[in-house]
């Protein structure tokens, strides 16, 4: 029997906020434990929350960003839960008002593209952090620490439609959800250090069946790879458990990097758990029509429409595109180089080519060298000009991403510049042809590609330097004069 698997992730993005969503502690990430901590945060009795307004700013551009619909009217709620790194013993959060609802992403999975609905975005508090004592889990610690300095950082949740059907979709999605976010500059995106965090709830059913199969909710995936593979994972045991005879839990499962599986957690919490009640401390949020005018009007070009106008109005394949739009460092090196008047496709291609390969190879990162767009853009005027060939533009390379060395300095020291003067190329190409007279024979004897072995012959007599395109024709004109 077929099955068909039905994904929906729950996203926590942590907001780039200077101060916390209830009080005005510092909202960034470190510190020594316990600094960036008040009475607010720390749920002393008698204190009272003030809403951070950046916080609301902050999450209707996400909203806008991800084509949702904002609600006239939304309000904070507790969740109630006890656990040590709560120290009110309630969440403010949002159930049945949320901040916005109904939006959608646009993903392309292997060339297919498709919608994934967002059911809601929600904003919440972040919860402190425990540190176990000897294991990284509180199973084999001997004793545990708080850091309460997260407590109170402001969070968007954002929780899609259960519309994916396949692991690489719902990494498509997460991506397509990061980028977004980093491009609105609402989120540092950090999966590692846990400012972007994913949930995902995964079940399966027989093909053709309309009821949906239990979920289960996986935690713990903090990085794509990692969700790409516990999704695999989880399918494939919930597969094989009802193909066996067995039925699947609800239940909170926990990946496990190390030994490549879910693990059983706890038995999956129902809303009612958690007796949400209004948050009687904070009133209503009336968000006015202008607002969302004034985040609608200064939304920045969003990946989608970026990748679109690239391969659309600036020539740029497909996998190009992508490929700089989904690093936000390269989109941004690219465009503030075409910004300069220079041929966007040469741009791309050194982008993507020689440079990407050159940063790989050192395990650098371009933020990290001394390459600027005016550098690149003198190294591609160079060679249009013809001072330089393309294979001297790649020696080079390394020297101006290293040192930031302006290219023309570079091969003025080093003597790189190209031969055009056609005499001096003349004498080179009668050199190579007096020392290959097999090579020349084969020529006059009609076996023509041989040709290129002679342009070779010639650029590596003139150490690269020679202009390609003279040297071809210089070639020809001195063979076809021998044939004579
Ligand atoms: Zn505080």
Redesign the pocket.
Known sequence: MEYESIIGLEVHAELLTK??I????PAEFGGNPNT???????GMPGVLPVLNKNVVEFSLKAARALNCSILEECKFDRKNYFYPDLPKAYQISQYDKPIAVNGFIEINSNGNKKKVGITRIHMEEDAGKLVHVGSDRLSGSTHSLVD?NR??VPLIEIVSNPDMRSSEEAKAYMEELRNILLYIKVCDGKMQEGSLRCDANVSVRKKGSEKFGTKVEIKNLNSFKSLQRAIDYEIQRQIEELETGGKILQETRLWDENNSCTISMRVKEEADDYRYFPEPDLVSLFISSEWIKNIDENLPELPKNKRERYINQLGLSEYDATTIVNSIELMEFFENTIKLQVNPKLVANWLMGDISAFLKEEKIELKDTKLKPEILKEMIELIEKGIISGKIAKEILPEMIKNGTNPLKIVTDRGLTQINNENEIINIVKKVIEKNPSQVEQFLNGKEKIIGFLVGQTMKESKGKANPELVNKILLNELNFLKK
């Open positions: 101060t916390k209830f009080c005005s502690c960036h901590v008040c009475e607010i945060c720390l309460y407590a109170g």
